[in-house]
């Protein structure tokens, strides 16, 4: 069975821990043709020693500016191979069997052009997260949800919102649906429909 490459690029600014921490979770996925880009935002130091180290396979690219959001995103894809570019913020962690996943909806859903997957928050939720999420001293492991899809934006309001936010995730949103938007926290992109739209506006 044909299993396409896949790059993984995520961007790192002064969280070297919580980079490895992703790091960690994406040596646990079972899906093997992938390459894993580490673009470092101009951190105060450099960690490129400690990621050569702890991690020899990662490709790693120094930054010696901010380039913010979509430039650290940006200057990752120069370097990426993959028939599939996984964008994925350096402080989300990617639960057993993701990606595998994700790429089957590319088969399942031949007009399919990205696909974000289920997020949860971490159990250490920030205070000023949501009124509506519980305290996260009651909870193990991260059954919290962020995103399960968005809404679009409403055309006199202005507003949208993220589908399952606050909700405690008992499997409610197991099986894929349409959403208005992806979620930059955590996006597969397939390499065709990125060269018809070009990389992430940097304005």
Do not use: W
Not at 8 to 14: D, E, P, R, S
Not at 143 to 149: E, M, P
């Amino acid at each position: 069975m044909y299993m396409p490459l896949v790059s993984i690029i995520t961007v790192n600014f002064n969280q070297t821990e919580a980079t490895c921490a992703l790091l960690d979770s994406i040596r646990r996925q079972d899906y093997t043709p992938s390459e894993v880009i580490v673009v470092d935002n101009g951190s105060a130091e450099n960690p490129a020693e400690l990621f050569a180290r702890r991690y020899p396979e990662v490709i790693f690219i120094r930054s010696h500016a901010n380039l913010g959001f979509a430039g650290g995103n940006n200057l990752g894809l120069q370097k990426a191979s993959g028939q599939y570019l996984f964008f994925i913020n350096n402080d989300a962690e990617m639960t057993d069997g993701c990606l595998a996943r994700l790429i089957s909806l590319f088969s399942a859903v031949p007009e399919l052009g990205i696909v974000s997957p289920l997020i949860c928050y971490h159990p250490r939720i920030p205070e000023n997260v949501s009124k509506t999420v519980p305290d996260s001293s009651e909870m193990p492991h991260a059954t919290v949800i962020q995103y399960a899809g968005m809404t679009r934006v409403h055309p006199l309001t202005g507003r949208n919102r993220s589908i399952g936010e606050g909700e405690t995730n008992t499997g409610q949103f197991r099986s894929p649906q349409p959403t208005a938007y992806a979620h930059g926290a955590a996006m597969l992109v397939s390499r065709a429909v990125l060269e018809r739209v070009g990389p992430m506006s940097e304005d």
